[in-house]
């Protein structure tokens, strides 16, 4: 890397990067108020139990479909302009629910706001890959990763005390009112600040020239063992608060102490991101990635037999750190596409994992209403088969 690079990188680091850092939390904080709610607002409003999955399936869903656009997007406009765009696209879905209450507009709304994170991730990806060094790769993908975490630690807090003040409808209502003034602002502060960047070539990748089958092989184990991880961490996801909050077999606990597990979770998760960043590019990333595949099975596991509030510490504390080897995993997606087109394979990866997890959702959902313990049981059987498979066939580099 040139002299001039490493200057371009250094005043990045020092100066869109901080804008980086605080659009990242003004918007996520936004997203995140409301979100771990959502299964127990829509029971509340008149859904049936099987709503939370079509919810979660849906989000699934859609972080699948955006995925591939959100590089696109990136590629062909500029990672400043999208992200513009992927903000605007939220707030509709913020006021879909805000003027029109009710369940319905809930899963209308969703199709926008649930949006954010899947679309920006490709773009935020090509910044970091563009702006940052290539020997800390690494540690600019754990900085992206540990201020994600930040509002997710303080949102579900903040949307627990909104549920117990307010009730749950109200609650929820206010929350995303909240987050559309996260958005705007975050939107200022974005196009205020991020450096201003010129779309990398005119022609994005034709999508037929992605299927799974043209990528690099070992990008191709990572996906298989990605989308195995995910159906562990998707099958119960939706009915994690109503297991700790309403199911008769379970801690039964109030919506602020549901939202400092919440805080807890993501405080483990960004002491793993500092742990990460320091070192994660001196070391081997198969080692990484692996013992995250290990913790996802750890946590339905622990989560099954949490029937009190200090045992729910315990299994959201193992939900923390369970991210230790996510950048790694990011990094090692961008390290194995071809050259230049980075952000257009990080999207096709994400969508192939996730139209393929999305059915896990709905399996999870079935295994809930056949026997909820069963749901978990079935997670961990899938995060098994993820370090099985990574373990014996994902190579150690060089």
């Known amino acids: 890397m040139?002299?001039?690079?490493?200057?371009?990188?250094?005043?990045?680091?020092?100066?869109?990067?901080?804008?980086?850092?605080?659009?990242?939390?003004l918007v996520g904080l936004g997203e995140k108020i409301g979100e771990r709610y959502l299964p127990v607002y829509l029971v509340a409003t008149g859904a049936s139990l099987f709503a939370p999955s079509i919810l979660n399936a849906l989000d699934n869903f859609l972080s699948a479909v955006y995925s591939f656009p959100g590089g696109w997007i990136s590629t062909r406009f500029g990672y400043?302009?999208?992200?513009?765009?992927?903000?605007?696209?939220?707030?509709?879905g913020y006021l879909i629910v805000i003027l029109f209450p009710g369940w319905?507009?809930?899963i209308i709304g969703s199709v926008f706001f649930l949006s954010w994170s899947s679309l920006s991730m490709p773009a935020y990806m090509d910044l970091i890959r563009h702006e940052i060094p290539k020997n800390r790769q690494v540690f600019g993908v754990s900085l992206h990763s540990l201020i994600k975490r930040v509002p997710q630690?303080?949102?579900p807090l903040l949307g627990g005390v909104l549920v117990d003040s307010f009730g749950i409808e109200k609650g929820i209502r206010l929350a995303f009112i909240l987050a559309i003034a996260c958005s705007v602002f975050g939107i200022f502060v974005q196009?205020?600040?991020l450096?201003?960047?010129p779309p990398k070539e005119k022609k994005a990748e034709r999508f037929v020239a992605i299927l799974p089958h043209h990528f690099p092989r070992q990008l191709q184990i990572l996906l298989v063992s990605d989308i195995l991880a995910k159906f562990c961490s998707q099958i119960p996801y939706a009915y994690i608060a109503i297991w700790a909050m309403e199911y008769e077999k379970g801690a039964r606990i109030s919506g602020t102490l549901f939202g400092t597990l919440t805080t807890i979770e993501m405080c483990c998760a960004i002491f793993s991101y500092v742990l990460v960043g320091l070192v994660g590019d001196l070391f081997k990333k198969k080692g990484f990635i692996m013992t995250t595949f290990i913790l996802y099975v750890l946590f339905p596991l622990t989560l099954l037999i949490s029937k009190n509030y200090p045992l729910l510490v315990v299994a959201f504390v193992i939900r923390g750190f369970?991210?230790?080897?996510?950048?790694?995993?990011?990094?090692?997606?961008?390290?194995?596409?071809?050259?230049g087109k980075e952000s257009v394979y990080f999207g096709a990866f994400y969508l192939y994992r996730d139209i393929l997890v999305t059915a896990g959702v709905f399996?999870?959902?079935a295994l809930w209403l056949i026997q909820p313990e069963l749901n978990l049981l079935a997670a961990a059987g899938f995060g098994l088969g993820a370090c099985l498979i990574y373990g014996f066939f994902g190579k150690t580099e060089a």
Do not use: C, W, Y
Request: charge should be positive; proline fraction near 3%; hydrophobic fraction near 50%.
């Open 363 to 365: 399996l999870g959902g």
């Open 104 to 106: 319905v507009s809930i």
């Open 195 to 197: 450096h201003k960047n």
């Open 80 to 92: 400043k302009r999208a992200l513009l765009f992927f903000n605007i696209f939220a707030i509709l």
């Open 191 to 193: 196009q205020s600040f």
């Open 153 to 155: 630690a303080i949102g």
């Open 2 to 25: 040139s002299d001039t690079k490493k200057s371009v990188a250094a005043t990045a680091l020092s100066s869109g990067t901080g804008a980086l850092i605080l659009t990242v939390i």
């Open 322 to 339: 369970k991210e230790f080897g996510e950048p790694v995993r990011k990094a090692q997606i961008m390290d194995l596409a071809p050259e």
